[in-house]
């Protein structure tokens, strides 16, 4: 308790009180058997009856100080326990010296919080000693175990997949208000009987005894007639804010074109499904990268190119390149060109050879025409 108070200082700590109220019977049990082993008077049989007695009546006005719902029904409660057990002293002092931190445990401080019923740790300990049962031993390896565990598992997620079905076809006479319209059929039932208990908790509390109320009932008894009445039109709009005169202001909005700087405010959303590079893969790019990288080679000479002195109107004598195979064998074509063609020949390939191809059709000179 002392490390939850320097981690969460303005979380409400609450303690067990199922463990309490075990700790105090052992102490109360402990004390009253030492005091009848000191008086050797009654017989063994006796004691055993009376002792049974005590700590029934013990359990009882325990559970009626802890479940007092206002502080002076606490006070009361606790001043007929100490006058029940006013013969041993020793654990009168004990109650007042250990469990002083009544705002932690006893109901007129802890339902001033939301808590959903949770007055224990039984919620954790219980699955833990479900869990250990269905053990057996603790000589399981992992799959062992986990051949243990899953079949018990499998049974809650059944359960709680019932309940579920169960909250969409059941409503109960608890949940027919107004309040749980837009959540019925949405929630589990076991959720709303928790807000339920939570709502008549809150409902049965002895709201004049908080602060908050004796101050406003103060200030409603010294205020004159004209602020009583503003003070109850303004308890009337919080108990019921449809009556409210207040109005939502209408915020005028611009309809004609788009609004100014929408395009700073649109996200830029990453659509690809590559993730990061990891630092392994980095390093491999870069030897891949330098390892392909080619070395430079030394910059060559260009040749200067002189312009020819030949006058223009003088015609240069080019040498053609021998290409020319003559006349080619109609067997090279295919057997279903062969009865279409007459003669074959093959032109020089110095790029006038279509030219050359007609001349040869038309029986002219393939040099000059």
């Known amino acids: 308790m002392n490390a939850a108070a320097v981690i969460f200082p303005t979380a409400v700590k609450l303690l067990c009180r199922w463990h309490i109220s075990k700790d105090v019977l052992a102490k109360g049990k402990r004390e009253i058997r030492d005091w009848h082993s000191s008086t050797d008077v009654q017989a063994i049989e006796e004691k055993e009856t009376q002792e049974k007695d005590m700590a029934e009546t013990l359990c009882d006005k325990w559970a009626k100080v802890v479940l007092a719902i206002t502080e002076a029904e606490y006070i009361h409660q606790l001043k007929e326990l100490e006058n029940e057990f ?65 079949p018990l598992l499998t049974v809650q997620i059944t359960e709680i997949t019932a309940s579920f079905e169960r909250s969409l076809i059941c409503v109960k006479h608890d949940h027919d208000i107004l309040c749980f319209q837009n ?46 009445v503003f003070m109850l039109k303004q308890m009337l709009e919080l108990g019921n804010p449809q009556c409210s005169g207040l109005l939502q202001l209408l915020v005028k909005t611009k309809t004609k074109g788009r609004p ?72 090279k074509f295919p057997d279903f060109f062969r009865p279409f063609i007459i003669d074959a020949n093959n032109v020089d390939g110095d790029g006038n050879c279509g030219f050359r191809a007609v001349a040869a059709c038309m029986e002219m000179d393939s040099e000059n025409g």
Not at 94 to 105: A, D, G, I, V
Not at 122 to 150: C, Q
Not at 310 to 321: A, D, Q, Y
């Open 260 to 331: 100014f700087g929408w395009r700073k405010e649109l996200p830029k959303v990453d659509n690809s499904t590559k993730c990061d590079p990891s630092e392994f893969e980095l390093e491999m790019h870069e030897f891949n990268s330098s390892k392909s990288a080619k070395p430079t080679e030394p910059t060559k000479k260009k040749l200067k190119v002189t312009k020819s002195t030949v006058p223009p109107n003088k015609k240069m004598n080019v040498l053609k390149t021998p290409q020319s195979f003559g006349k080619v064998s109609i067997l």
């Open 183 to 228: 959540i019925r059929g949405f929630v589990s039932i076991n959720a709303l009987d928790l807000i339920v208990g939570e709502m008549r908790r809150c409902r049965y509390s002895d709201l004049g005894a908080r602060p908050e109320f004796l101050v406003l009932i103060d200030r409603y008894k010294n205020s004159r007639t004209d602020q009583q």
């Open 86 to 150: 006013q013969r041993w002293p020793k654990f009168i002092h004990y109650l007042h010296q250990t469990w002083k931190h009544k705002e932690r445990f006893i109901a007129a401080w802890t339902d001033q919080h939301m808590y959903f019923g949770n007055t224990s740790t039984n919620r954790v300990e219980g699955p833990h000693s479900s869990f250990k049962r269905a053990l057996t031993s603790s000589k399981y390896d992992f799959l062992g175990m986990w051949h243990m565990i899953h």
